[in-house]
């Protein structure tokens, strides 16, 4: 896990998603995400119709989906989105979380015995997200058909791969 400290300096001058929009979001001010230092959740539960190789239907016995956090905000602004409401919030969107609390959810989705965790529009929080982690869990982020090469720094070199518009931690 990242040293507070650390975690906080990854903000102040905000590098965390392609566009390295440098904005200091410990301060309150928004990056491109359109969000700040503040890790906020839209919704976090067993998602049932994903693919077949990430819900684990077919592939394990007795599994419940991919376990979806969608978290708000996000860089990109595509047109196409289908999570506008979510991922361009105006005003504040969702629920605040700290790490603690986001690792909470993570137990409670593996007691609900999800096929893995599967990250949506993280990556402009990925410093607190790994305060969050255990590194046993299968881990999906997608992340707007990219993966910032911040991923891996966060999770380990080696352990960021992309399949498509999906990457996987």
Same mark, same amino acid.
Request: contains cysteine; charged residues 20%.
């Given at each position: ?31 491109? +995400?359109? #969000? ?18 990430? #819900? ?9 989906? #991919?376990? @979806? ?8 602004? +595509? ?41 949506? @529009? ?18 999906? +982020? ?17 352990? @960021? ?9």
């Amino acid at each position: 896990n990242l040293p507070m400290n650390q975690k906080m300096t990854e903000y102040q001058s905000c590098k965390l998603c392609p566009f390295e929009c440098g904005v200091n979001r410990t301060n309150g001010a928004l990056g491109r +995400c359109r #969000s700040d230092a503040s890790m906020r959740v839209a919704r976090i539960a067993p998602h049932y119709w994903e693919e077949p190789c990430l #819900s684990g239907q077919g592939i394990e016995e007795n599994v419940m989906g #991919s376990g @979806t956090v969608f978290f708000t905000g996000c860089s990109l602004r +595509c047109v196409y989105c289908q999570n506008q409401k979510i991922s361009r919030p105006n005003g504040c969107v969702g629920t605040e979380y700290s790490p603690d609390k986001l690792a909470n959810e993570f137990l409670r989705l593996h007691e609900l015995k999800v096929h893995n965790i599967n990250l949506v @529009t993280a990556t402009h929080y990925l410093p607190s997200i790994k305060e969050a982690f255990d590194d046993e869990k299968i881990v999906i +982020c997608k992340a707007n058909s990219f993966i910032h090469k911040y991923a891996e720094v966060i999770f380990g070199k080696g352990t @960021t791969f992309k399949a498509g518009t999906v990457g996987t931690i």
